[in-house]
């Protein structure tokens, strides 16, 4: 995962560094007890216990302070992997510590860059068996110590469990990561409540529930009066204020189980679940007299009304359409007898016109 500029990459730096201790720490005994046999310069001792002691940590200061940490840290795992070969063709390829080094390595780099830096690593393990080959001659030793067995087991186990550990903290990350991109995805940016296609698909859900079991709702479309006026008089920073002023408004008024959400401009709407339209109606006028109540001291003439439409649930309805249209008709209804009111939707309603007059 990239991060942006000046730490691109620095997470993924982080999440390498404590594998790559672990590995290279016990990697190191499983070499030691490779070549404790055979006849090694000891500078070749020194160079083991630099490569599993110190070069995690000069990795790790040298890809966070790079300018793009993530291609210095994609460097040091071709590093990784050259050494790898290293040692390999030291042990003169015994089969376990030297299967045991390569596979390992070659797995964290499946893990770390997928099919590319995995293929890098190959041929950075070939060129590191190569440069020791050429400085000590090629050898082939089959046959395992004790020794060398135990000094893998931890290799083998404890390893694998690092990488596991990583991966499954790199999961729960992109598991948030989506939960958070998918409730971005259904909220509106300006007022936080629910934005126009996450209402409709919960308009739905709650119809088909009302339906089944024969439950009582209510919905109810809410409408700023004269908003474009507010808009062409103080500007859209002050018509932004107004909608978040009733967004927090609803946050504070409705109960936890009410669904708000922005349909559009500058119209709200509602799904009250398990109310009776008289308490609905109640519950709006609380809402329109808070609403109505609000001064801006820098906007003395500022004065906020809301006209808002109701309907409720019942079994004549076909649709969450048509139960949508009788609280737009109740809605129509407020705005032409004065706005500033509450209307709830009557069932012998004519067919209304749905343009509302500004």
Known sequence: MMDNNSGKGLSFVRRIYPPRIIGLGIGMLG??????????????????LANGLLWPHL???LARRAPVPYHAEYRNLLAD???GGFWAANLHFNPLPSVTILSMMAMNNFAAGGQRLFLKGLLAQCLGAGLSISLFGAGLELQATSLQVYACLPMLTLYPMAVGWVCYRLAMKLSEHKRRLSALSRTDSL????????WKDLLQLKFQICQQQRCGAVIAIIDIDHFKSINDTYGHVVGDCVLSQLSSELKRN???HDLAGRYGGDEFCLILPDTSLEHARLS???LREHVGSYRNPQLPALRISLSIGLASYH??????EAWLNEADKALYTAKNSGRDQVNFAQLDLAPLKLAYPE
């Open 254 to 256: 409705l109960r936890e």
């Open 59 to 61: 990795a790790y200061q």
């Open 31 to 48: 070499v030691m007890a490779g070549i404790s046999t055979l006849d090694k310069p000891q500078w070749v001792w020194w160079l083991l």
């Open 81 to 83: 992997s050259l050494m």
């Open 284 to 286: 709006m006028e609380r």
């Open 191 to 198: 007022t936080g409540l629910l934005n126009h296609g996450a």
């Open 315 to 320: 079994e004549n309805l076909i649709s969450p």
